[in-house]
C-alpha cells in the first residue's frame, strides 16, 4: 500500500510538470515531446484523459510484474521443498540398502574371506 501511494504521488507530480510544461508522452514508443500551446488551450480534458490512460497502464504493468514476481516465488518455494524431499528419500533409500545388504550378507562368505586373505 505504501508503495502504491508513493507511485501515485509520483504520477501526479508528473501530470502536473506535463501539464505547466507542454510536453507530449508516448508510452508506445517511450517518448516525449514538446506540443504547441494550442493543444494545451483548445482540449484540456483530452490531455487529463491520455495521462489517465497512460497511468492506468503503467498501473496493469506493475500489477502484472508483481504477479509474475509471486508466482516466481512460489514456483522457487516449491524447488526448494522439492529438494529437501529428494534428500530426504536418498537419505532413507541409502539406509535401508545398507540395511538390506547387512541382513543378506553370509557370515560363511566372511569366514572363507578372512581365510583367503591369510595365505
Known amino acids: 500500500?505504501?508503495?502504491?501511494?508513493?507511485?501515485?504521488?509520483?504520477?501526479?507530480?508528473?501530470?502536473?510538470?506535463?501539464?505547466?510544461?507542454?510536453?507530449?508522452?508516448?508510452?508506445?514508443?517511450?517518448?516525449?515531446?514538446?506540443?504547441?500551446?494550442?493543444?494545451?488551450?483548445?482540449?484540456?480534458?483530452?490531455?487529463?484523459?491520455?495521462?489517465?490512460?497512460?497511468?492506468?497502464?503503467?498501473?496493469?504493468?506493475?500489477?502484472r510484474a508483481e504477479n509474475v514476481n509471486k508466482n516466481f516465488e512460489k514456483m522457487m518455494e516449491l524447488v526448494n521443498i522439492l529438494g529437501q524431499v529428494d534428500t530426504f528419500l536418498t537419505d532413507r533409500t541409502k539406509a535401508i540398502i545398507k540395511k538390506l545388504a547387512v541382513l543378506t550378507e553370509d557370515g560363511n562368505d566372511i569366514i572363507v574371506a578372512k581365510t583367503m586373505n591369510k595365505h
Do not use: A, H
Open 1 to 63: 500500500m505504501q508503495g502504491q501511494r508513493v507511485v501515485l504521488n509520483l504520477y501526479s507530480v508528473l501530470i502536473y510538470f506535463l501539464l505547466i510544461s507542454g510536453l507530449n508522452c508516448d508510452i508506445g514508443s517511450n517518448t516525449i515531446s514538446r506540443r504547441t500551446n494550442s493543444l494545451t488551450r483548445n482540449n484540456p480534458s483530452g490531455i487529463i484523459d491520455s495521462l489517465r490512460k497512460q497511468i492506468e497502464y503503467k498501473e496493469n504493468e506493475l500489477q
